[in-house]
């Protein structure tokens, strides 16, 4: 058990470190940096109680008994934040963590006015003094992630519409990870509520202790959450961004594009994209195809929606999987890769995955029945 605290202690420490120092921070970057420090300090005090020193100094007790607080509206606010672009959080967005000062206000007296002695007869459940509370507490923290998690799954389906629609390669930009961490957190709550209903109120006795496996399992989510929150790239970083949300039919009611010049601007995309490739460039986006066609962000989205019946990411990658197809037929001495790269994928990974959702097999597979069909 020592061993997983010290290592969570240290992880969510060393990432908040590396996230103040991360080049080109966001707003994001600076919300997952407080959250990775609320995760440190939150392990540091489980940890110092689990050793006994909340005896030894009762002061620190309860100290950090509003912390579950923080990590659902700050999960929500990471995803919000990386969908719009804000430099600060807005004076709104504080509201959100209004249940923890509550608790706090309303364990004043116990911090303040309970002697050390009173503190160790409460803390061992000797004195019932905020028993009803702990319950209402442990509800209210469970409603709280679990409705902070639902809102932010919400979300990141919206971030993955917005940025399918501005980007072509969204490796390194897409918030798919925390997807993972979001289960990983609803484990984490089931897990505590079987035990808790199992052993107070069914008198479960368990050969182990679950603390370590719950504890486990935060610690692997910490690892994951600053893994992949310092990879993560803002999207608003030198990026206009267009917000288009839905391709339904009355999307676009409101758009002053007449219909001629949407075939036209069609056709003139068609052209551009067969003649010069501009799916080439692995970083391509939407403005910078815009600017090219010198024709409005959303008018372009509108005209790759309503015609080509796909996004920006799906229409730019349609044309780099028939690139690669073309160059695997002609230079079949060049691996799989340096073909892939050569058309605009900017990682195996990216190929791979986009490959088989347009043609639905493996580069391999489609290639070797191919060149079967072409023999």
Known sequence: MDM??????FTSLFFFILLLNK????????ILAIWMLVIGIHLTSTYINTEGY???YPHLIGITVPFPFFYGPLLYLYVAYSIKDGRRISRQDYLHFLPIVLTYLYMSRFYFFYSAEEKRLVDKGLVDDFGTFSNILVVSMIVSAITYAIFSYRL???HKRLIENNFSDTEHINLNWLKSFIWGVALIFISVTLVLVSRD???????FNPDFIFYSIIVFATL?????????ENIFTDNVIMETETQSKGTYK??????DMATDKHKALIKLMVEQKPYLEPNLTLNALADRLDISLHHLSQIINQFEKQNFNDFVNKYRVEEFIDRASKDSHFSFLALALDSGFNSKSTFNA??????????????????????
């Open 4 to 9: 997983i605290f010290t290592i969570g202690i």
């Open 23 to 30: 080049k080109n921070k966001s707003l994001p970057d600076g």
């Open 54 to 56: 909340w005896d030894i």
């Open 156 to 158: 990141l389906n919206r």
């Open 201 to 207: 109120i069914m008198g479960i006795t368990y050969p």
């Open 224 to 232: 994951s959450l600053g893994y992949f929150g310092i990879r993560h």
């Open 254 to 259: 409101s758009s002053n594009l007449q219909k």
């Open 354 to 375: 986009v490959f088989r959702k347009h043609k639905g097999v493996t580069p391999s597979q489609f290639i070797a029945a191919h060149l079967v069909k072409a023999s």
